[in-house]
């Protein structure tokens, strides 16, 4: 089926692209230029007109992308026209009155491109993060897997896998033969040696992860100790309502922010205090929730509420910066019980030593998302699927070759069926439906 959509992002726009991809492709674009189809791969200036009186749209480029030389790997055509909303709805009216295409879904072409093997699924799941990144290190990042460095060492893991089933797999031409004992010992040795590697993959602090949908910070503590003033000072913008009210903020307030090139998601919660009001308590359970799964809790207090170290000892771990606000109205002695927390003394009002708490927060970022390895977990499907070739890998390593050779066979093809998935090297349409769906229309 040939399919189309605008590529460009909606709304009005100096020029917008409205790509198509399909078996009818080259009879849509002689429908609406009634002209022949331009050179290969060479822009062309042409009048675009609709079908059914023959009176002008518009005039764009038109790109002509035959298979299988295309992102798709089908024929495509690019229309580059101006991104005025009336021309586009014409546009668009007019491709499917020709009854020879429909609307592309979400990732349509991305998704084709995979099943024609024109990318691999790690490269596929890049390109949408390309599409979403914010800041250079996510740039950075999709662009290393989209160059294949991950795709090539999860699939070199998969072909020493195949080797070994391989090997195997040739007992079964002679049944009646014992493995030699040097063989086993050989097999598992290579065995545990790649599980070895796909565990040091693992324990990588989940960076993957934080640099693709951005390292979160929890901003918590009790009521009217400067939370909102806080997180409208990191946003430069009034994302909270700050008043004297105690207990404003009722639910999670979210910004995302862009840290020296690191994404950090900054979460004002409600103030935590003992309350018998509904609502302001579904409130405090979100920002305890909230707090357990951030990367950092920036925990904030002020001198009049010093005394609650009950909430310190909950949420206070080597994650956490904890912060004296208001010091700029208060003369106080500092508690010995919070010397241990190495607290920052600030004032949001007066901008006092903001300046050592963001230095502090670059620190802690660049530390928590710093990797030297070229492979990148970004998806926590990755992380399942690795987890749970482990498990199978250990359960061939358990098992005696000799007397239970079938199921020590099976477990090897269920090791390489779910690296599989990882890489795409398996056909699962639920697993592909779940990753295009989140692309755009256009991709």
Known sequence: MTIFALSSAPGQSGVAVIRISGPETGNIIKSITNKDLPPPRKAKLLKINNINNSSLIDEGIILWLPAPNSYTGE???ELHVHGSRGVITEIQNNLLSTKKCRMAEAGEFTKIAFVNGKINLLKAEAIGDLIAAETQIQIDQAQSIIRGKSFLKFQDIREKIIKILGTMEAKIDFPDEDIPEIVTENIKNEVENIEIEIKKILNDNKVGEKIRTGFKIAIVGPPNSGKSSLMNY????????????????????ETHLNFDGYPVIISDTAGIRASKDIIEK???????????????RIVIIEPKNVEFFGFLNDLFDKSSLLL?????????????QLKKYNPFYISVLKETNIDKVISEIKFILKKSLYTSTDVFITRERHRIELNNCILSLQDFKNKNMNEDFDKATEDLRVAVRTLGKVVGKVDVEEILSSIFNDFCIGK
């Open 282 to 296: 579904e409130g405090i359970k979100l920002a305890f929730k909230k707090a357990e799964e951030a990367d950092l």
């Open 324 to 336: 004296v606000n208001k010091t700029d109205l208060y003369d106080f002695k500092v508690p010995e």
């Open 234 to 253: 990191f946003s430069k913008r009034d994302v909270s309502i700050v008043s004297e009210i105690a207990g404003t903020t009722r639910d999670v307030l």
């Open 75 to 77: 024929d495509m055509a």
